[in-house]
């Protein structure tokens, strides 16, 4: 990890950095709000990829039929969507420290009980309630970050450090889950090092917020949360027979749910998310390019571990050591490709690594119907390079593209795009996995279509380029 002067980067910013009143309770310390902040990060992320390896042993003791196995992986995505807005309006106006201790202990209470769910319909709801409380992890970090870190260097720095724990929680949650006895086990010891992460929290975090705090946006919350329930509900459902009575009720009440969000927001005195950033190219590249990489990237790689299992045989373990060679190496990337940063525009380092998933997933194609887990390795470490690349952008891009004292609202604003598309990507990659001709023509249909859409991720992140702009 990058070592930082603690008296150069002080949390004094300029009011042409557009700076965000201290607010402070302690004095700043911006190392130790990266690592708490990082390491939270990387559990909430943990939690969010155990199932991945687990997911044929879970399914078996929870006794899920494969039509409903999609919830137990777009539970925890589907908190996350839903509050990620909520989260980071409510961490910019009531305090990003509160809303992060808030979630820290929250993720560790609902991940233990996860590891004492009964049933399908249990589990999902203990995921659902670990994606939101991740969600107040996740929107708060990069608030708090911009706090610490107020300079364009140290920002720049302390986005990348955390862009590659995002990759990091991804690569460690397989490999604890698949090391342990059982994925009950695997959840339970998640669940403490969520706890331990909020403990270290309470003393090393100093608390931030907007200069003008406002009310919560209850009305738009509801609308919203609604509106991605029954998103997530009509896709997961659709694999089943996209033409029945009731996928199609639960398409239009989402678009309706929408249209009511939207009115909702236009009137609120504090909206949940400023409308007018849709007319910044800057925050609709940030936005895309967190829509595509749930969509092309985490929708196939959430699904692609327990197709592993079941086509080439091997166990929680292997298949949790193989998929560490992509997640490793996006972690490796991504905590150097902040180097970039100045050389590379951003939005290019979206492209690229867009491009280099779809060159990945291609090259994959077949590997699964011969019976090969060699023939993926090349595929795994072209994907691995692309993944780091898009965790060390993503989060630089979504602070860039909103004002400073909106930092929390605007990581939220992205991430809840990257988790709707992913709830959208698992849902569609299980059903063209598991409704073609054997498992394994159907990965091969999964692995084009994420190439697919990952080249369209590519072309939308630089189409919204504003005149002049070089980021």
Known sequence: MPRFNERTDTVVASAAEGAVEPFADSPVRPRATLAVTSAATAVALMTYTAPMVTLPETAAALHTPLSAQAWLLNGTPLGLAALLLVAGSLADDYGRRRIFLIGAFALGLTTALGALASSTWLFTLARIAQGGASAAVLASSLGLLVH??????????????????????IALGPLVAGSLP?????????????????????RALSESRAPHGGRPDLAGAVTFGAALVALVAALTLGRDGWLRPQVAALLAAAVLLVGVFVAVERRSAHPMIDLGLLRRPRFLASSAGGLFAGLAVIGLFSFLPALLQQTLGLSAMETAWLFLLWSGLSFAVALQARRLAGRVPTRVQLSIGFGLHAAGALTMLGALDAGSWVRLLPGLVIGGVGNG??????????????????????????????????????????????????????????MTVSAGLALVGAVSVVAFRERGATA
Do not use: K
């Not at 300079?151 to 990348?160: F, Y």
């Open 148 to 169: 610490a870190f107020p300079t364009p260097r140290g920002r720049l720095h302390a986005t990348g450090v955390w862009g590659a724990f995002v990759a990091g929680g």
């Open 389 to 446: 690349l898009l965790n060390a952008a993503l989060p630089l891009l979504a602070v860039e593209s909103v004002p400073a004292t909106r930092a929390a609202m605007g990581s939220g604003a992205q991430q809840t795009f990257r988790y709707v598309g992913s709830c959208a990507g698992v849902a569609l990659t299980i059903a063209l996995a598991t409704s073609t001709g054997g498992l394994a023509h159907g990965a091969d249909v999964a």
């Open 182 to 202: 059982s994925w009950r086990t695997g959840y339970g010891v998640l669940g403490a090092a969520a706890l331990v992460v909020g403990a270290f929290a309470l």
